[in-house]
Nanobody, 125 residues
Framework: QAQLVESGGGSVQAGGSLRLSCTASGYSYRRFCMGWFRQAPGREREKVATIDVDGRTSYADSVKGRFTMFRDNVNKALYLEMNSLKPEDTAMYYC???????????????????WGQGTQVTVSS
């Protein structure tokens, strides 16, 4: 059974850094559409960054230049390096994987994606 497990969340002060990790298990493919999303209280879940099967990344404008995502294809792991954190980055962060075609990374619907349980990031001012 496909599963995504996140780790690395926590509480930091504004300007600090955190690294989130996501480990995928139960997937037959080594490379597939993956990404990070976040959801703050009272707000809809929003994309933070995605990476497609060819390694092309896409970042939300709000995190460009501050967050870096990278993938370990051998270990099917996804990482999100978050620097210069702001209070508005406070949210539950979710790992996403989508092996459907077209995947979300290829312009398809997010409807069939798999999600992790989430990890909380709290940034204080």
């Amino acid at each position: 059974q496909a599963q995504l497990v996140e780790s690395g969340g926590g509480s930091v002060q504004a300007g600090g850094s955190l690294r989130l990790s996501c480990t995928a298990s139960g997937y037959s493919y080594r490379r597939f559409c993956m990404g990070w999303f976040r959801q703050a209280p009272g707000r809809e879940r929003e994309k933070v960054a995605t990476i497609d099967v060819d390694g092309r990344t896409s970042y939300a404008d709000s995190v460009k230049g501050r967050f870096t995502m990278f993938r370990d294809n051998v270990n099917k792991a996804l990482y999100l390096e978050m620097n210069s954190l702001k209070p508005e980055d406070t949210a539950m962060y979710y790992c996403m994987a989508d092996i459907q075609w077209p995947s979300y990374c290829a312009g398809g619907s997010i409807e069939f994606a798999n999600w992790g349980q989430g990890t909380q990031v709290t940034v204080s001012s």
